[in-house]
């Protein structure tokens, strides 16, 4: 069941996870871009895409089930970038709600003895987290990121450079320009991350946006409530 709210909008902000050395900084100046890791959905080659944008801590695989549903459901809609959804974010800094840094810390503190069977590492893992980190599914897309390397257990996130940056990261990047199409801000109920606090910002960078909420649903809201999330997005589409 989706909850609506006045229009009202935001996107979530871009940041740089590893800075260079400073020497190095210090005789760059021009800023390069980044390869993008990415997977591409089906889709026909006359139409723009709809681009899916995950979160901290997340991978290209993080959509792989939404983006097929809706490629599945919604094949008929065309313009799909000349619109914005930003899910269970505003453009204000989240760090006063966010418990990341927690997140963090309790990543940093597993141990796991080299060898094991990925099936005993990552309950292991589990099992190290639950104290921090209570909720399931919230363990369970953390999970994601252990992978094994030549034997041993690690975080394929850089946790330090995270750590470090994470106020950077909880930040909104200073806009003077509006943007101006149509936005949909769509929160989980549950979550604390777009607040009615928000509302003034959310207009005042994005004044054709609109606010609603997924009943039941936490930040993770497309894990949360699948059917509801995809729905709310392709509602928000435009028609054939």
């Known amino acids: 069941m989706l909850r609506r709210l006045p229009r009202a909008g935001a996107a979530a902000p871009p940041w740089r996870l590893r800075p260079p050395p400073l020497a190095a900084a210090a005789a760059r100046s021009v800023v390069t871009a980044v390869p993008l890791a990415h997977v591409e959905v089906g889709g026909c080659g006359d139409r723009l895409p709809l681009v899916l944008l995950h979160g901290l801590f997340g991978s290209h695989g993080n959509f792989q089930a939404?983006?097929?549903?809706?490629v599945r459901r919604g094949s008929g809609k065309p313009d799909l970038v000349e619109r914005l959804i930003s899910v269970d974010i505003s453009p204000i800094s989240t760090a006063p709600?966010?418990?990341?840094?927690?997140?963090?810390?309790?990543?940093?503190?597993?141990?796991?003895?080299?060898?094991?069977?990925?099936?005993?590492?990552?309950?292991?893992?589990?099992d190290q987290l639950r104290p921090v980190v209570q909720l399931p599914q919230l363990r369970q897309f953390?999970?994601?990121n252990l992978v094994e390397v030549e034997g041993r257990y690690i975080w394929r996130v850089n946790l330090e450079a995270i750590?470090?940056?994470?106020?950077?990261?909880?930040?909104?990047?200073?806009?003077?320009?509006?943007y101006p199409g149509p936005a949909l801000f769509l929160g989980g109920s549950n979550s604390p991350y777009i607040s009615s606090k928000d509302y003034p910002?959310?207009?005042?960078?994005?004044?054709?946006?609109e606010v609603q909420y997924i009943e039941g649903a936490g930040h993770i809201v497309h894990q949360d409530k699948f059917e509801e999330f995809?729905?709310?997005?392709?509602?928000?589409?435009p028609p054939p």
């Open 66 to 70: 939404v983006a097929k549903a809706l």
């Open 97 to 126: 709600v966010s418990e990341f840094s927690a997140y963090i810390s309790a990543m940093k503190s597993v141990k796991i003895p080299d060898g094991l069977p990925r099936s005993v590492a990552r309950q292991l893992a589990d």
């Open 142 to 144: 953390l999970l994601t």
């Open 163 to 178: 750590s470090h940056h994470l106020a950077d990261i909880m930040n909104f990047p200073a806009f003077r320009k509006s």
């Open 201 to 209: 910002e959310i207009q005042r960078f994005f004044p054709k946006a």
């Open 230 to 237: 995809i729905t709310a997005v392709l509602n928000f589409l």
